[in-house]
Every structure is written in C-alpha cells, then in structure tokens.
C-alpha cells in the first residue's frame, strides 16, 4: 500500500459538483483505470481517500489536494497519467507524489489563497483606503450559525490578506488569503464583513470563487 | 453577465442541486451545434434524477449522437426552484450540453412514462416560449413524444405536432432522414407533417378527429387527411438481438434514482398479467444473448466505473439463462468489487438462489410483489403465484439471512372485496409466524407492505373495467391501517387522489386533454410527486371545460365501445385482450406464453417479427 498526494483543478465546467459527489467521481474513476485503492478494514470498509477542506459549491480550483491510498506499486506519474484518462472533462490531477503512509492531508493544509470577483451595485471610491482601514481593526466579527443557534464569530485572526487585484466598472477582483482550519471562515464570509462595513456597495449574488492554491506546511 | 451561461450561472449559485442543469457529465456527449444538420432536444417532464434513470432516455440519446449530423441533447423539467428564478430572470429553458434554448432546436422530444407529468410537458414548452398548442407553432421546431402513455394519444393531441408509436431505435433516423431532406428542400412546416405521417408507426393528431357519441363515448376515430392509415401500427425492433444498445452511459455527479448500469437484457414479458400494461404493449419477448450481454456488460463497467449493474426487463428472473449469467457476472467482477441488481424478484426457490450469489458482492433487499392477498384475486389478474410459493420463497429467504422483506400489493383491482384486502393481513402474518418458526422469534423481523391502487390501463385486459372510487380505496386503506399495526409490520399507501388522476388521464379522450391545459393555466405541475399535487385545482379544471373526470375512471365500458386508443395498433389483438378479460371474470388463469402461444395476436402482427415461443420451434 502507497499513499498518493494529489494536487487538482476543478474548472468552470464542474464547479457545481458538492464535495460529496467529487469522491463518487474519483473513486469511479480509479475503477474505470483499473487501480487498486486500498480500503479500510472494519464492518463498513470504504475507500482510503481523504479530501483537503471542502471548496464551495460554484467555486473553480487550480490547487486543491487529495490523498488516495492504493494497493499497488504504481509510480506517482503513472497513477496521474492513467487517472487523467478517464477523469471526467474539467477535472485534471496536476501533480502527484508519494507520501508517509502516516502522513494526513489534515493536519498538512496551512492556509489557502483566493481570487473572488464580485459585481458592484454603486460605484465606489477609495476602496484600497477602506480595506486597509478594515483590515486594521483586531476583530472581524460575522454571525455564524451552529448547533447551539446563530452566534458572532471573530474571522480576523484567519485573515492573512485581502487586497483589489483589478478594479473594471462593474465588478471587482479580489486577493484573499486566509489560515484554514477549525473555525476558519471561507472568502465569502470575509466578503460579505468588508460589504457592511463599506456600507453595502457589492452584490453579493454575483460573484466568481476561485482557489488558487492551497498551502502546505 | 449577457450571455446566457453566464445568467445560469448566476443562477446555480442559488439553487439546491445545481448539477441537475449543468450537464458535462462523463460520457455526455459534446459536439458542435454548427456543424450538425439536426438538433435534437431530447425532452424528459421530471426532474433530472428521475429522468436520467430511465433507459430508453440512455439508449436513444447515444443512438442519436452516434450520427455525425445530429447533436441530441437533454432537458429535464427544472426543479420549483429553479424555474421561479428562471421565471423571474427571463431565463428560457435551455438543453444542458450547450445551454441553448429550445426554440433553437430542430426537434423536442417527450417521454411520456406518466400520466402525471403532462402538464410538465406543457409547462416545459411555456418556459421554453414555445406555444403550448401545436396549431398555434409555426416554423420550428417540431415537439413530438413517444413512450408508453403515447399510446394513448388523445388527451395530449393538442399539444404534440406527432407521436411516434412503438419502439423508437428504427424509426427516429427515418423521421430524421426524411426532415434532413425536407430541410433542404426548403418545405413547409405542414408539408413535414404530411410526410411523417406517412413513416409507419408515426401518428399526426390533427390528421384524425374523434366523433362522439350522445353519450359521451367515441363514435368514431376519423382520419381527415387523405392517405394516412386509418390505424396507426406501433414499431418493434425485430433483430433485438443485435439492436443497438449503448456501450457507455452517462454518469451523473449527483445521486440520481437509479445510479448504476442498465443493461437492457430482454424486452417484452411472458407472463401476462392482465393489469399490466408493460406485459402487453412491449410484446413480443426477445433476448439478447448470453454472450452479447457480458461483451455489453464488460464495455459499460470500463467505461463507467459504475460499482453496481442492474439486469434490467420487466421479468429478469425470466431470462432464459439468468443463473448461469448473473454468476459469470459475479465471478468476473467481484474483485472489482461491482455488484449485480435484478430489478424485480420472482416468487420461487431460483430466483432466492439467484439473491444469494447477488449477495456476495453487495446487501441486497428482498421484494416480492404478490399483488393480490388471496388466491382468488391472483387468479382473476392472472398473477400465476400460488400461496405456497411466497412462504416457501420467504422461509428460504429467511434461512439464507434475510430479515427484511418488502411486499407489493395492488387494491381497487377488479372483482375485489373486503375479504380479499383482509387476505393482505393474513398473508403478512402468515409470514410473520415463517420467520418465527425459522429464527424462533420476531427479532430484527421488518416486513414493509406497499399497496398501490390499481389504474385500468389501454390495451390491457382490464381497459373495460371502472377504478375503484376513492372512497372504497380510503376505506380499504384503513382497514391495512388499522390491521396491519404491529412492531415488524410496516404499511405504505399510495395517495388515491394521484391513481384516480391517473385513471382519468390513461384512459382520456381529447375532451380530457383540455382539462389537463387548464389545471396548468391553473398552476399545476409536478402532480406525480405528492407534495405538489393540488387536486383541488383538477376539480375546478374539470369542472371548467365541463369534463367529468369519474366517466374516464370509474365507469365499466361495454366490449363494444370504441376507445380513443383504438386508433393505434399495438399488435396485441383486441379479440386476445376480450378473452383475457372473460377470463378474468370466471378466475381462470392463462400460463405463462412461454410454455405454449396464448394466441396474443403479436407473432402475425409484422413480417419478421418472431417471439420468444416461436423461435423455439
């Protein structure tokens, strides 16, 4: 048994696809390449795959990671060919290499970064003023809802950086990079902060996720 | 955001499930519009998980595409939430491979598998922009339908330009041959018509008039064109054998109904149950071969990577050679860790054997479906099960490990009393105390009984006979409530209001095709799905274009009436259907045609065409 770390890219044709259904479709895929995947043991045994933090449903990645456990000796560049193959259209495996069985996804994944375009509903002035005027306070509270009922959560301390990358008439592009892990906040969430503190200028219906990489330790 | 993706995009983002409208799934195909003569909506009125559980969807959709000149793609009827933001966005219906809308097309296609999904049929051309009534189109394109609620044409005559009758493999690349040419041509709309009407197994309804009676009742189906036929033949695929079956199939991203292969192993049914309509209207019975279906089955595991392939018939236990395939099956992809499903289990000792191999690769369910709870009324519907049958099958069920046991019934079928819903009770417990002398006790026993309520459908022995009338169905489905109350004993019912609608509509002229355009005026859709239905709504629907529902559903007809369907042959001869009928009400049975013809009529029906019995000899 060998574990695999798999760097991949979802692109606009497949961003609707949830989380739940990208491992039906990895693991239809190792069937249809005819690889071996290991398989827990146990009463309900299932497939040794494990996925980096969920991206949300409608946002494209070039930089997502999985780890795929198999059962047999196959060269990283091989499995990533054979699995190319027969991947459905806009799913690609762009980098894969062996790692320590021991060795989980989870505890490897640091921070990610972000490009978010969002349409504007008025014109706004000064924004690169007002971010950083946001970005200096110490809390950054937005409601979250939980088990227990809604409840304000402060999402600072996972902002790394948010900055405008490109300004058109009517949308912005944004840099987002955040820490992720227990409690993190997606780029959405920190969006939607900077909007009602600006005063409501951007349209949150409308707007393109995008994860550009995902950064491991 | 102008062009339309961009919109549904936008749109997606709001809505739950949004790969049910983004198409790109594995193995959809992907072609340019612009370089094809022919573009095909192929239309399904239900959602997409239901949709693309349907067979004949796969198998017509890759037939098509195989054709360089024809790009079929699909539509589904998008879910409430999403047609309220296309609605409110001006967004038209669009196919899912290339997000075009369907006034683009050459063709849109209808399956008609329901009764109550018409008025999505009707809603789907609205949100589309397309003039719900034929009369009212001009240009393109042309909005035809097949499937087999199309054998009765009538009630959606107003809304089809034509019905393609029978088995669709054939005639759909002669309709598509005679438009290439009549594109070029440069032809009229009306001309078109004329021409298919002229393809056989193809049905133009504004060529034919329905003349009634002061009764009500049809006089006559009159043909008001020169030259079409005066009935309209249904299609079969003779070679079978060797008919086109896909080798790939679509695999959706999301969970749909039926989320593994279909390999479609034999059509038709031998055993001539008298309420099915499948049983008659798919006749004759042809197979593939043993050899055929394992090259098919190893091509779509390769190239689906499904985990499960279900052996799909409307009798797989039936296949000639079932043990010997389902355990090649088994053998050859156990390793692989793919699992075999047979859609339907038949009530004896082969087909429980038959579970225990499908057992070693996956759990598998245990059904059967009696359909009548005693002997008498499984003899009046032809269903040639014995009692002894199910509690031998249950007991070897229960040896062999199963604890749970899913049990189908039909109520309101002809002839019924109270003692024969009384004889569902009975058989339930009579299996309670199998388990008990099996295992020793009821421990981890789960028994779910389902009753449908049985609809009288075309071209069925059982076409003459009145439903039940919602009031007897509420009373007997209480009295299953209220009997059959006990911890391992579960009871499902169906919602009598959506069978009698069915009823209506499956035996309904083109007076009931105006009511089913008013319940949508009224806000109907969806009325398969019970949470949707407003009945309320057909009652005022009914009542407005003076239509009473219970003269379609609940009146017994004389052998002698002419029926809105008699327009349309479907091979099965209608002496064969009166004798079935007579003998239903004297509770004799007919075996299986398997073991000797029972003279259905199917075998003369064509040149060429050659059923399971005849082939023997």
């Avoid at chain 1, 994944?109 to 504007?120: C, D, M, P, S, T």
């Avoid at chain 1, 892990?181 to 005063?199: R, T, V």
């Avoid at chain 2, 095909?40 to 009125?45: E, N, Q, R, S």
């Avoid at chain 2, 499956?506 to 319940?519: H, L």
Wanted: aromatic share 10%; glycine share 6%; with cysteine.
């Amino acid at each position: 048994m060998k574990r695999l770390r798999n760097k991949y890219t979802k692109d606009e044709r497949v961003k609707f696809i949830s989380h739940l259904d990208l491992l039906r479709v990895f693991q239809r895929a190792l069937r249809r390449a005819n690889i071996k995947v290991a398989f827990s043991k146990g009463f309900n045994p299932h497939p040794k795959i494990s996925f980096g933090p969920a991206l949300v449903v409608g946002a494209t990645t070039e930089g997502d990671y999985m780890d795929i456990d198999v059962e047999e000796d196959i060269s990283p560049e091989e499995f990533r060919k054979k699995m190319n193959k027969v991947l459905p259209p806009g799913i690609e495996i762009v980098e894969s290499y062996e790692v320590e069985l021991n060795d989980a996804l989870s505890t490897k994944i640091k921070g990610a970064e972000y490009i978010l375009q969002v349409n504007v509903k008025k014109s706004i002035k000064d924004i690169q003023n007002k971010i950083e005027e946001f970005m200096k306070r110490d809390i950054i509270e937005i409601e979250k809802e939980s088990k227990s009922g809604r409840k304000m959560v402060n999402i600072r301390p996972y902002v790394l950086e948010l900055k405008v990358i490109y300004e058109a008439e009517n949308y912005f592009k944004f840099y987002i990079k955040l820490k992720l892990g227990e409690g993190a906040p997606n780029p959405l969430h920190l969006l939607k902060a900077l909007n009602d503190y600006i005063g409501d200028l951007f349209d949150m219906d409308f707007y393109k996720l995008h994860r550009k990489n995902t950064i491991l330790e | 955001m102008n062009n339309l993706k961009d919109k549904i995009d936008a749109l997606l983002m709001k809505v739950s499930k949004p790969t049910r409208y983004t198409g790109g799934e594995l193995n959809s195909s992907i072609k340019n519009p612009e370089e094809v003569k022919v573009r095909f909506a192929f239309a399904f009125p239900d959602v997409y998980e239901v949709g693309m559980s349907h067979l004949g969807l796969r198998i017509l959709y890759h037939l098509l595409n195989k054709r360089e000149d024809v790009y079929c793609e699909r539509v589904f009827a998008p879910w409430l939430d999403m047609e309220k933001l296309m609605r409110e966005n001006d967004i038209p219906l669009f196919s899912l491979e290339t997000k075009t809308t369907l006034d683009k097309f050459d063709f849109i296609g209808f399956t008609l598998q329901y009764e109550l999904s018409y008025t999505n049929v009707i809603n789907m051309l609205n949100l589309a922009g397309i003039p719900i009534l034929s009369r009212d189109r001009k240009g393109l394109p042309f909005v035809i339908a097949g499937g087999p609620c199309a054998y009765n044409p009538a009630p959606l005559s107003d809304v089809i330009d034509f019905f393609v009758m029978g088995e669709g493999e054939e005639v759909i690349n002669e309709i598509i041959d005679a438009y290439i040419d009549w594109k070029k041509r440069g032809g009229e709309r009306e001309e078109f018509l004329q021409i298919v009407s002229q393809i056989k197994g193809v049905y133009v309804p504004k060529y034919y008039m329905e003349v009634y009676n002061q009764d009500g009742t049809i006089k006559e189906i009159r043909p008001i064109k020169k030259g079409v036929p005066e009935k309209v033949k249904k299609r079969i695929v003779k070679d079978f054998g060797n008919a086109y079956h896909p080798e790939e199939q679509i695999v959706p991203f999301m969970d749909i109904v039926h989320d593994r292969i279909m390999l479609e192993i034999f059509r038709g049914c031998t055993r001539g149950c008298r309420f099915c309509q499948a049983g008659m209207i798919y006749r004759p019975v042809r197979e593939k071969s043993k050899e055929k279906i394992l090259d098919l089955a190893d091509k779509l595991i390769k190239s689906t990577g499904y985990e499960e392939i279900s052996l799909t018939s409307l009798s797989t236990c039936d296949y000639s050679q079932i043990e010997d395939l389902v355990k090649k099956l088994i053998d050859k992809y156990k390793d692989k860790g793919v699992g075999v499903s047979i859609p339907s289990t038949r009530v004896d000792a082969v087909s429980i054997n038959l579970l225990k191999e499908i057992q070693k690769v996956r759990k598998t369910g245990l059904t059967l479906a009696p359909e009548a709870g005693t002997q008498r009324l499984r003899d009046v519907i032809n269903k040639g099960i014995t009692e002894e049958d199910i509690l031998e099958a249950t007991k070897e069920a229960f040896s062999a490990g199963w604890t749970n046991v899913k049990l189908y019934f039909m109520i309101g079928l002809p002839t019924e009393m109270m003692e024969d819903v009384e004889g569902i009770v009975d058989l339930a417990y009579k299996i309670v105390d199998n388990y008990k002398e099996v295992k020793g006790s009821v421990k981890n026993l789960k028994i779910t009984i389902s009753t449908s309520t049985f609809v009288p459908k075309p071209f069925t022995p059982f076409q003459w006979t009145a439903q039940d009338s919602i009031k007897d169905i509420v009373e007997k489905q209480d009295l299953l409530k209220k009997k059959l109350k006990s911890k391992v004993l579960k009871y499902n019912w169906h919602n009598p209001y959506m069978s009698f609608l069915e009823a209506v509509i499956s035996r309904g002229d083109r007076k009931v095709g105006k009511a089913i355009i008013k319940a949508w005026e009224k806000g109907c859709k969806f009325d398969g799905w019970e949470e949707y239905l407003n009945y309320d709504k057909w009652e005022e629907a009914f009542k407005e274009v003076g239509v009473n529902p219970h003269f379609y559903a609940n009146r017994e007809r004389s052998l002698e009436e002419v029926f809105p369907w008699d327009v349309i042959d479907v091979g099965v001869d209608k002496r064969y259907l009166i004798r079935e009928y007579k003998k239903s009400q004297e509770g004799r049975i007919t075996p299986d045609c398997r073991l000797y013809c029972t003279g259905c009529g199917v075998k003369d029906f064509d040149e060429g065409v050659v059923c399971f019995e005849a082939s023997k000899k």
